[in-house]
T-cell receptor, first 111, second 114 residues
Framework: KQEVTQIPAALSVPEGENLVLNCSFT??????LQWFRQDPGKGLTSLLL?????REQTSGRLNASLDKSSGRSTLYIAASQPGDSATYLC??????????FGKGTMLLVSP | NAGVTQTPKFQVLKTGQSMTLQCAQD?????MYWYRQDPGMGLRLIYY???????DKGEVPNGYNVSRLNKREFSLRLESAAPSQTSVYFC?????????????FGSGTRLTVV
């Protein structure tokens, strides 16, 4: 059974810092990996989708990498802002099946 | 705005009552999903529909039923609600079952069973 782990569970940084969120998965036979953002009491917003054949994807200040063989992905946030405060969820898609989620990293960026 | 719409946004039920959570998407997606989110448990799949006319169980299907009414709509029914079903329910859709597609989520239904 695929398991997804996100470290750290919570992170607090001052505004302006660059930061990295980590995601690991137990079965490397995935088809894609998706990073989501969830604001308190809200739904999930897709940030980046990386196909298994890709190494990274970028959107603005966000960069996600994927190392399928080692079962790892990172989400890099450059020049963090208070508006980046949210929970970040990593999810993998194991084959022709559905997403399996990690439990998320709660990020707080202080002014 | 195009996306996934869930109704209601909030609901309080008494134990044993029934209700249906509604979900509709206007992106012409083929696949739809129901997840529940609980503190410390993350998101877990309840049921999904890979295409119109098909439904399959996910990780936690007990106590729920689903109906894929048409390509746009996928409903989740609680026949006899239990306190253990207190949760936030999310509907999602994707263009197809093929793994190249990402998921789009609705804003959720917050259900409390007392």
């Amino acid at each position: 059974k695929q398991e997804v782990t996100q470290i750290p569970a919570a992170l607090s940084v001052p505004e302006g810092e660059n930061l990295v969120l980590n995601c690991s998965f137990t079965d490397s036979a995935i088809y894609n990996l998706q990073w989501f953002r969830q604001d308190p009491g809200k739904g999930l917003t897709s940030l980046l989708l990386i196909q298994s054949s890709q190494r990274e994807q970028t959107s603005g200040r966000l960069n996600a990498s994927l190392d399928k063989s080692s079962g790892r992905s990172t989400l890099y946030i450059a020049a963090s802002q208070p508006g980046d405060s949210a929970t970040y969820l990593c999810a993998v898609r194991p084959g022709y099946s559905t997403l399996t989620f990690g439990k998320g990293t709660m990020l707080l960026v202080s002014p | 705005n195009a996306g996934v719409t869930q109704t209601p946004k909030f609901q309080v039920l008494k134990t044993g009552q029934s209700m249906t959570l509604q979900c509709a998407q206007d992106m012409n997606h083929n696949s739809m999903y129901w997840y529940r989110q609980d503190p410390g448990m993350g998101l877990r799949l309840i049921y999904y529909s890979a295409s119109e006319g098909t439904t399959d169980k996910g990780e936690v299907p007990n106590g729920y039923n689903v109906s894929r009414l048409n390509k746009r709509e996928f409903s989740l029914r609680l026949e006899s609600a239990a306190p253990s079903q207190t949760s936030v329910y999310f509907c999602a859709s994707s263009e197809g079952g093929e793994a190249i597609y990402g998921y789009t989520f609705g804003s959720g239904t917050r259900l409390t069973v007392v």
